[in-house]
């Protein structure tokens, strides 16, 4: 099933509309909205709802077994660690920080009205904070059209929570490299990618803690991997993900998924994100194989042409043979 169906269709008819309408294209965007325009624009925005997934991803989510998403989280107040919110208190946890950056949108500006472009752009950041939530993460903050995510908390395990943030960003990376790029193009706009960062701190290296003054604050991590991970992002390939080191150690068969950012650009300097030769810290980044972890999934299976396709897990139970007697016994010479 394409699980990002509704929202690709939301773009699809945001540039559609923009087609048929009176607006100047290009960079003023100036020409007051017609009364249609504005219903056809209020109509679109509204597809996607605010307070629930689209169908196609709530039904995938539901079946899959994958998170029920939290609605009322608050930016820059991860549950786990609101309670510091405009206090002097401070804690240590392990947390998975996560930067998602949409490249190139502003040459959506030269083909669209700013108002196709607010359509487009902002039901990206919906489609990317659905995928973090139903994979169990929780939005920091939303930076343009890209987010900073945490994996991870009190109540989950370090390596389940590397597997959830890998998935989530795996899965969001093949939505934009294949279903929106190839859209996008088909309307002449050009060099639309994704890069994306990743890494883990542990307790010892993150220290949580209310980042400003009363109200005009958040709670936020205080650590070098948080950093890491947004620096590492810049590193990324078109579509690539760039892990840190502590990430590669917890995923199980990671040799198979992870390779230096030095074998790809062919710099020995881009080996390490991080260096501390006085202390001997040397801490390397790494290429992550998105597709080939995502093509090892159950829920994931390749068409005749090599395209990936989510489908949904088959139960066992629906392949008891008690579930089929009602049918067979319609055609009961053929029913033992």
């Not at 989280?73 to 950056?101: M, R, W």
């Not at 359509?119 to 973090?132: E, F, G, P, Y």
């Not at 020995?268 to 810290?281: C, L, S, T």
Request: proline share 3%.
């Amino acid at each position: 099933m394409n699980i990002y169906l509704d929202y690709f269709n939301v773009i699809k008819e945001a540039v559609q509309a923009d087609q048929r309408s009176s607006l100047s294209k290009g960079l003023s965007g100036a020409r007051p909205l017609n009364e249609s325009y504005k219903a056809t624009f209020s109509s679109i925005k509204n597809k996607i709802s605010d307070k629930e997934l689209a169908p196609s991803m709530r039904k995938y989510s539901e079946i899959s077994g994958l998170s029920r998403p939290n609605y009322n989280q608050t930016l820059g107040l991860h549950p786990d660690f609101g309670h510091l919110k405009a206090t002097n208190t401070t804690e240590e946890h392990y947390i998975i920080s996560c930067f998602v950056d949409i490249v190139g949108s502003t040459n959506l500006f030269k083909k669209f009205s700013k108002e196709t472009v607010f359509l487009i752009t902002n039901t990206l950041v919906k489609a990317n904070i659905h995928t973090a939530l139903i994979h169990g993460g929780y939005i920091q903050r939303i930076q343009g059209d890209g987010l900073f995510v945490y994996f991870g908390g009190k109540n989950i395990s370090k390596e389940k929570a590397v597997k959830d943030a890998l998935l989530s960003l795996s899965t969001y990376s093949y939505f934009v490299q294949n279903d929106l790029k190839d859209y996008l193009l088909s309307q002449g706009v050009e060099n639309i990618s994704i890069r994306s960062g990743i890494d883990i701190g542990e307790a010892e290296d993150v220290l949580w803690g209310s980042c400003g003054i009363e109200n005009i604050s958040e709670v936020t991590t205080c650590s070098l991997h948080t950093s890491l991970a947004s620096k590492m992002q810049s590193y990324a390939s078109r579509f690539g993900i760039v892990a840190g080191d502590h990430i590669k150690d917890l995923l199980p068969k990671s040799e198979e998924y992870f390779s230096v950012v030095s074998k790809r650009t062919g710099n020995e300097n881009d080996r390490y994100i991080f260096k501390n030769p006085e202390e001997g810290f040397y801490y390397t980044q790494h290429d992550f194989n998105w597709e080939k972890f995502l093509k090892e999934q159950p829920h994931v299976t390749l068409d005749q042409n090599g395209k990936l396709n989510f489908r949904l897990p088959v139960s066992n139970t629906i392949l008891n043979p008690l579930h089929l007697q009602p049918i067979a016994e319609l055609s009961k010479p053929y029913f033992n």
